[in-house]
């Protein structure tokens, strides 16, 4: 629609499109309006100096410097001499502007243009272009909207093809680094490693350590002393070790979830006796058994380096913090022992039944007994701070973060207790049998301090939020165990379980989705028992035997490591 001459009083009629064209403030810019009723059309911006076009979306309105507002006029609407409009606003006609073929020959050079192979012009190209040409803004703007209703989708998938690089920016590159640190920050790791390969000035923005490091900690990852120097990755970049810190984490997760798993080293003791407690910290691996006596292993090397003896009872569980490590009994007492030496340092009592499950937590350890109470222990001077009664059978598993305290029982409960006030704040119900194993989330994210794991003679394992005593998640399915659930671990991502069916099974916590077997006794099934298991960010320990002589009482360490250079 052209601008030709027509009734001041057609101003309302804006719906058939109008064109202005407005000078920059500086004078060396100008614009290019176009309108359709409301909606207002991208338009151009060209420079004074023949510079490259800019795409800008323009505002619905503009005020003048002298007040007055400078919207779109109507079809027709003339311009007064000396009126403020006449100001602001050219000719209708467009002025000279670069060209969009100018465009694509500057920013890729005529030798790469596209071009359409194998197809000689029409005859009529040139009048047809030329008649183009020559109509106004509007007229072209309707002869492209009509061109368009006439092309089928392929011509058209073309045309995005040769317009959409042409308005391409690289934002990034354009921000100042700090700005564009801060936008790279809401990506996902996955997003920023793909990020690194889009170019150079990309990847250095990519391997930056600080932003790194906050990836580390949203994941909970520390990063490993040896790493804390940064060393030239290449010529024009900084290796990032908090990057290092997060794929190394990475690849042991899917170690975990879907690595080869390697022959496991194998730990001899305790004859055929079952062992019936494990702990793992470091190198140092701690197996208690009802031979009376506790062995400590290193990891590294398999050997027994001491072997703890002053029980006159089986032993029946254990904890272990660095070098300290606790004991428990039939004997119905609790024992406290220096792991370099041997010795024992304190011998707790007050239970008055067999002393079946503990759980320690800086210099307090809390301990669950067959008597159904539990105790909270000092490990420093011997003494008993609280008793916490209200299980009505022996309890068999018990969790302790400093403040909660969370215990399974025979009674088929699992209860939470604060433990200064020696009060029950909720019972956990739920389970169709005994509980036997679970863990409370006692270090890590803060976030996830609220998660409970039970595991229990009904085969299943269950996730539960401790603050509402609303059940999460159920790990079942015809991947869940055959028998009793012995031990169980869990990590910000996995559940480890084991069970009297001679398995250990890896679970997604998130999902409660089964992943696989890491272990799968020969003899399962027809005695064999993975009685204890405890893991590390890249160890799984697991005590093994049997009771009718079908397995070999042992230990096996699984390594998930992996060695990144």
Not at 423 to 432: P, V
Request: hydrophobic share 30%; with cysteine; glycine share 8%.
């Amino acid at each position: 629609m052209g601008c030709g001459e027509q009734e001041e009083d057609d101003e309302e009629e804006e719906e058939e499109g109008s064109c202005y064209s407005e000078e920059g403030e500086d004078g060396g810019n100008v614009y290019f309006y176009y309108t359709i009723g409301e909606r207002w059309i991208n338009y151009l911006q060209r420079t004074e100096d023949g510079g490259l076009l800019r795409h800008v979306r323009p505002k619905m309105k503009r005020k003048s410097e002298n007040g007055l507002d400078g919207r779109a006029l109507s079809p027709g609407k003339k311009l007064r001499k000396g009126s403020e409009y006449s100001r602001t606003l050219g000719p209708c006609t467009p002025s000279p502007t670069t060209t969009f073929g100018d465009l694509r020959n500057a920013k890729a050079g005529p030798a790469r243009r596209r071009r359409i192979p194998s197809v000689a012009p029409p005859p009529e190209l040139q009048d047809w272009l030329r008649t183009f040409q020559r109509w106004s803004g509007p007229e072209k703007l309707l002869a492209l909207d009509e061109l368009i209703d006439r092309c089928e989708p392929s011509q058209i998938k073309y045309m995005m093809q040769v317009i959409e690089p042409q308005f391409q920016r690289d934002f990034i590159s354009l921000l100042p680094k700090e700005l564009a640190l801060y936008v790279l920050s809401f990506l996902e790791p996955r997003d920023l490693l793909r990020a690194a390969q889009t170019c150079r000035y990309w990847r250095v923005l990519a391997e930056d350590n600080l932003l790194w490091r906050e990836k580390c900690r949203e994941e909970g990852i520390e990063e490993p002393l040896h790493l804390r120097k940064r060393r030239l990755l290449s010529p024009g970049f900084m290796y990032s070790p908090w990057k290092f810190a997060f794929m190394r984490q990475h690849k042991i997760d899917m170690n975990w979830r879907s690595g080869e798993l390697r022959a496991p080293k194998v730990l001899k003791g305790h004859d055929d006796h079952v062992i019936t407690c494990l702990q793992f910290c470091g190198n140092r691996i701690v197996s208690g058994s009802d031979d009376n006596t506790l062995k400590v292993w290193s990891a590294v090397t398999g050997e027994c380096v001491q072997t703890l003896v002053g029980h006159t009872g089986g032993v029946w569980s254990s904890q272990m913090r660095d070098s300290i490590v606790i004991s428990g009994s039939t004997d119905r007492t609790l024992k406290v022992w220096n792991a370099d030496t041997g010795e024992c340092v304190h011998t707790l009592y007050g239970h008055t039944s067999t002393v079946r499950c503990m759980h320690l937590h800086g210099n307090r350890v809390v301990s669950g007994s067959r008597d159904a109470t539990l105790r909270l222990w000092d490990i420093e001077t011997g003494q008993c701070l609280h008793v916490l009664m209200g299980h009505v059978a022996a309890v068999r598993c018990v969790q302790y973060d400093g403040h909660k305290v969370v215990s399974g029982a025979y009674d088929y409960t699992v209860k939470v207790w604060d433990p200064e006030s020696e009060s029950c704040t909720h019972t956990l119900q739920g389970h169709t049998n005994r509980v036997y194993s679970l863990q409370s989330l006692t270090s890590g994210m803060e976030l996830r301090d609220n998660i409970l794991v039970s595991g229990n003679a009904d085969s299943t394992v269950k996730i539960w939020d401790i603050k509402t005593g609303q059940c999460l998640q159920t790990l079942q399915g015809p991947s869940k165990h055959q028998s009793a659930v012995t031990c169980l671990q869990f990590s910000s991502k996995f559940v480890v379980t084991s069970s009297d069916d001679g398995t250990v099974k890896l679970w997604d916590l998130k999902t409660g989705e089964f992943v696989r077997n890491l272990v799968a006794l020969e003899s399962g099934g027809s005695g064999g028992v993975v009685w204890r298991i405890r893991a590390s960010n890249t160890k799984l320990v697991c005590a093994v035997g049997s009771r009718n002589g079908t397995e070999e009482t042992k230990l096996l360490v699984l390594d998930f490591d992996v060695d990144l250079k």
